[in-house]
């Protein structure tokens, strides 16, 4: 029979490890890492290669949403004034991340405002690129066997709604830089990316808009994050943005051996990008993040990273999304 001591010591350890559990348990998918793979989602979906074709029609319902006129009223100059604080900004447009810092000499409301993002629609070839950086990204009730039932569903979508709805010319890559001969592999994925995406670019030089399309990764205490679109629930989106510094002890690191020559260009355009998304459909967009890499950034003045939901949304939320993302996206580079 273990004595007195002996069972209190045991109760001590049992209650410190389910406190630790409890802990574990409350944290994000996210944690940090030192390479540019920063955010590292961790999952359940493991990639089953299958020569199959992908049939997901039976989640594909996008064309449901009936898309509103791009209408966008001209911002008030009481709301460009609120736009010009820098607080205000980082309260209600941006988030950021505790690892970086955000500066006001990063952004210029005016100058922002200003920038002409139309896209020439009438050049041959493709004049919009989608890609992943994380291919295997998969949503709550995705089909494991078939990626097309994640983001690259997403992405497919989001080809053909801008074609279809809105001429604009897609190329959808669905090169999978998270995969090395089969094996899921996320460490390496934009070091990967970066050739294979820079001659894409540099073979079609009628490409104005880049896109690297993600799905985000929320701890498991987060409830689904959704709006409601015309009825339907569609998953929120978040736009990223990599500054190139750290910020550590109270002292900001240039993460040099990072370098993007188009930050601001960026930047710029996901403001005007989050404006619009604001305008539109409130509520639908989660603030800017900003974290302390570049991430994909870097090889084009107007890319975007784009979160579509979460790991916890359906693939179905995801894709009633995709029309909004559209007009948004239209809103801003179809004037």
């Known amino acids: 029979m273990l004595s007195k001591k002996a069972v209190i ?21 996210a944690r940090a890492s030192e390479t540019e793979n920063e955010i590292i989602e961790f999952d359940d979906y493991i990639f089953v ?3 199959k074709k992908s049939d997901y029609a039976k989640f594909f319902d996008y064309t449901a949403i009936e898309i509103p006129p791009l209408q966008i009223p001209p911002l008030s100059e009481e709301y460009i004034s609120r736009l010009a604080d820098f607080h205000y900004l980082t309260q209600n447009i941006f988030l950021t991340d505790p690892r970086t810092i955000f500066l006001e000499t990063d952004i210029n409301t005016d100058e922002f405002l200003a920038k002409d993002f139309r896209i020439d ?6 004049q919009l690129l989608i890609f992943h950086a994380h291919s295997r990204e998969m949503y709550e009730d995705s089909d494991h066997n078939d990626p097309f039932t994640g983001i690259l569903g997403v992405g497919r979508a989001l080809a053909e709604t801008l074609e279809t709805q809105y001429g604009i010319s897609v190329l959808h890559h669905t090169e999978r830089f998270d995969v090395i001969d089969g094996i899921p592999n996320r460490e390496g994925a934009y070091e990967r990316l970066a050739p294979a995406i820079s001659q894409i670019l540099a073979d079609n ?3 104005q808009v880049v896109i690297d399309l993600h799905r985000d990764g929320v701890g498991a205490h987060v409830q689904p994050m959704v709006s409601e679109i015309n009825g339907q629930r569609a998953a929120q989106i978040m736009l990223v943005n ?6 550590r002890n109270g002292e900001i690191i240039p993460v040099t051996y990072l370098p993007n020559p188009y930050q601001r260009e960026n930047l710029a355009f996901s403001f005007n990008l989050q404006l619009a998304a604001n305008q539109l459909y409130p509520g639908f967009a989660r603030r800017i993040y900003l974290l302390e890499f570049r991430y994909s ?9 784009l979160e579509v939901g979460a790991q916890n949304n359906t693939f179905q939320e995801a894709l009633n999304a995709v029309p909004p993302i ?5 809103s801003v580079v179809i004037k």
């Open 326 to 330: 559209a007009d948004i996206l239209a």
């Open 297 to 305: 950034l870097h090889m084009h003045p107007n890319s975007i990273l």
């Open 121 to 126: 629609t009438a050049v041959e070839g493709p």
């Open 49 to 51: 290669s299958s020569e």
């Open 242 to 247: 990599g500054l190139s510094r750290r910020f």
């Open 9 to 29: 010591k045991a109760r001590a350890i049992l209650a410190l490890m389910l406190l630790c559990g409890a802990v574990t348990f409350s944290l994000p998918f």
């Open 205 to 207: 030089p009628s490409i």
